[in-house]
């Protein structure tokens, strides 16, 4: 190639890495994903360093853990001390565009750094129906096309709006790009255009004009016997999330079986249509000829729970259902069909992008650059491979959910306790901020007593994240209106 490869990290918000043909028989086709990992690496043990949005792309943007930036918790903010990936690459010459997903990596938080253009469509589209959208749809034809696919195919929570101003982009560019896009495609709410629904629920029935849905809910049913569709419904919007899940872990009865089965066949669902709308973009870069000069890199920032541990949904634990992401590498120089068992954190992609693309990450990262010819070029150790993962999540209050007075205090206090994990091939060993102390064996789930292993283990978790748990402070920055309603649509708040 005559000029720097472009790179476009796409991370797929709350995907499971068990979600995808490529990692699991069981799981819905995806085509797509499975063509882009044919074309280059799966790693197969990629963990997240933490089990919601903002401390997972905290580490991504600048490839430390949320103990070393503080960017942990539900709102945290990005110190200027921090060198963000946008940075490095807008410093190096390349056009950057940032497609967030959920509200919370907002460029209050810091996280739009080193954009051109962050492109933040809770804040650029007007709330569905008011007097600002009847404008917006006289006026934007981004808006005007949303509302097309919204009436002939249901809502699809902006992900085609966001791949269209992607692909704007790239098609504009004049010097090498750097683009990332979070998508909320798998995020709650379970809801995705009706032939994708239908296909894993013959049973759901709804209205002919999918515009409807939007302003007459009870059109939509699902015709069955042993689920109770008020709470099903609900659980499936999202709203209220944390209350659900903090109901669930109370009783383990809160949804039932068969509610859970519904919740992860819609689930499945938005995985596919997921794959459907990717390979749209794939197909296109293919067909302007710019895949073969792009670095693909496809992640999660975390996973989802439907039950499993007593919970749903996410945050707050540090389950293998949570930070076990998928994590696939595509584009120049990298080897195409392989599959690599080793250990890798979300860290390391911030080094593994600048290496190859030829820009020097940051001394202070601690990640390693996961396709270096020489060991040395990585951070983290000089290690060929790391051996350990590392994760961790904020001390929370969450006194103020609706759910917290009908709950024990045992669970209130499961919520909001901080933990920090660290996980080798064979064993977990799990600190919390109330002292208490946990040991497992990853190979078979159960928790395990070995005094030896859990001090060298203990030795390198604080070496790595420290003694301290960080907080999470109160926020008493305003939301926008547009941020509100995309906090509210994604159950973050009550």
Sequence with gaps: MDSPPNVLLVVCDTLRVDALSRYADDAPPT????????????FEN???????????????????????????????????????????????????????????????????????????????????????????????????????????????????????KLRRFVAEADAPWFAMANLTTVHAPYWVP????????????????????????????????????????????????????????ETGEYLTDAELSVLRAWYRACVRYLDARLGDLFDWLDETGRREETHVVLTSDHGECFGEHGTMYHGYFLHDELLHVPLVVSGPEVPAGERRSDLVSLVDVFDTVCDLSGISAPEATSGRALFARDADDGNESNDDE?????????????????????VSRETLSA?????????????????RSDGSERLYDVRTGEETDDPALADSLRERLV????????????????????????????GYLD
């Design 46 to 164: 990629a963990f997240a360093v933490g089990s919601w949005t903002p401390p997972s792309h905290g580490a991504l943007f600048t490839g430390r853990y949320p103990s070393e930036t503080g960017f942990a918790g539900a709102w945290p903010s990005l110190s200027d001390d921090e060198t963000t990936m946008a940075e490095r690459f807008r410093d190096a010459g390349y056009d950057t565009i940032g497609i967030p997903g959920p509200s919370k990596m907002g460029s209050p938080v810091g996280l739009d750094r080193g954009f051109d253009e962050y492109y933040e469509v809770y804040e650029e589209m007007a709330k569905r129906p008011s007097l600002r959208y009847l404008g917006q749809l006289l006026t934007d034809e981004f808006v005007r096309r949303d509302f097309a696919r919204l009436a002939t195919r249901g809502n699809d929570y902006y992900t085609e709006i966001k791949l269209e």
């Design 415 to 431: 919520f909001e306790t901080g933990k920090k994990s660290i996980q080798t091939a064979t064993h977990r060993l799990e600190r």
């Design 194 to 249: 009706k032939p994708y629904m239908r296909e894993e629920t013959p049973e759901l029935r709804r209205p002919f004009f999918p515009l409807l849905e939007e302003f007459r809910p009870s059109a939509v049913r699902l015709d069955r016997d042993d689920v109770r569709p008020e709470r099903l419904f609900a659980a499936a919007d999202g709203a209220s999330a944390t209350s659900i899940a903090m109901r669930q872990y």
């Design 31 to 42: 085509p797509n994903l499975d063509r882009l990992a044919a074309e280059g690496t799966t």
């Design 386 to 406: 790391r051996n350990a993962v590392f994760a961790e999540t904020a001390v929370m209050d969450e006194r103020d959910r609706e759910a917290a007075a009908e």
């Design 463 to 490: 070496g790595t994240l420290g003694e301290e748990f960080v907080v999470d402070g109160e926020d008493e920055r305003e939301y926008s209106a547009g941020v509100e309603r995309n906090l509210r649509e994604l």
